[in-house]
């Protein structure tokens, strides 16, 4: 079946504009999560989504970041008046349904979004 | 909060050696996963191997294994017979009872013909 997908590939922006990056989530899978990775470092978390509901938003840096999902389908995270320290690629990743003492299902990862603001 | 340091930012090797990538973390948590993911530069993110904390048996994927000290909160990762496709980022990760994974700064492995 289809993996993780993310629109657009890469995304150029000026300072100040808004940009949508979306994602879509394997079929079936309940939990999205939404990361960002800046140019030669890690992983940083951003979001997370049990359905539609965002139990942990913790890693969402500034208030001009925002997300939502749609059911158990698409997301979409929103940056508002983009700046430049916030280009990075945005990742996202699904996996099964989260169950408290359960094992951990794998997060399968789509190809990110690389987000240039100048 | 949990935190992943990999204190090698790079390594390089020549193809068929064995090489071993560090990576220690920190958690007062008990129960938890550990990871080691691959970063082509396609920037596909491909799980490689994991490991539960409460299995004392050291996890293996054919070529990939790792050396699990729970004690000291290290968990390395070991790649045999090393090949050109294992070039890549490398990047350790924590999972515990919160669901989102916490990487390690990774690790940029060149394999040389």
């Known amino acids: 079946g289809a993996g993780v997908s993310q629109s657009p590939s890469n995304k150029v922006t000026e300072k100040g504009k ?63 008046r983009t700046q430049q320290e916030d280009s990075a690629v945005y990742l996202c990743a699904s996996s099964l349904v989260f169950s408290a003492g359960g094992p951990v299902n794998e997060q399968f990862f789509g190809p990110g979004t690389r987000l240039t603001v100048l | 909060a949990q935190t992943v340091t990999q204190s090698q930012p790079e390594m390089s090797v020549q193809e068929a050696e064995t090489v071993t990538l560090s990576c220690t973390y920190d958690t007062s948590e008990s129960n938890y996963y550990l990871f080691w993911y691959k970063q082509p530069p396609s920037r596909q993110m491909i799980l490689v191997i994991r490991q539960e904390a409460y299995k004392q048996q050291n996890a293996t994927e054919n070529r990939f294994s790792v050396n699990f000290q729970k004690a000291a909160k290290s968990f390395s990762l070991k790649i045999s017979d090393s090949q050109l496709g294992d070039t890549a980022m490398y990047f350790c990760a924590f999972q515990g009872g919160a669901q989102k994974l916490v990487f390690g700064q990774g690790t940029r492995l060149t394999i040389n013909p």
């Open chain 1, 18 to 80: 808004d940009v949508e990056l979306r994602c879509d989530p394997i079929s079936g899978h309940t939990a999205l999560y939404w990361y960002r990775q800046r140019l030669g470092q890690g992983l940083e978390f951003l979001i997370y989504f049990q359905g539609n509901s965002a139990p942990d938003k913790s890693g969402l840096p500034s208030d001009r970041f925002s997300a939502e999902r749609t059911g158990e389908s698409v997301s979409t995270l929103t940056i508002q």
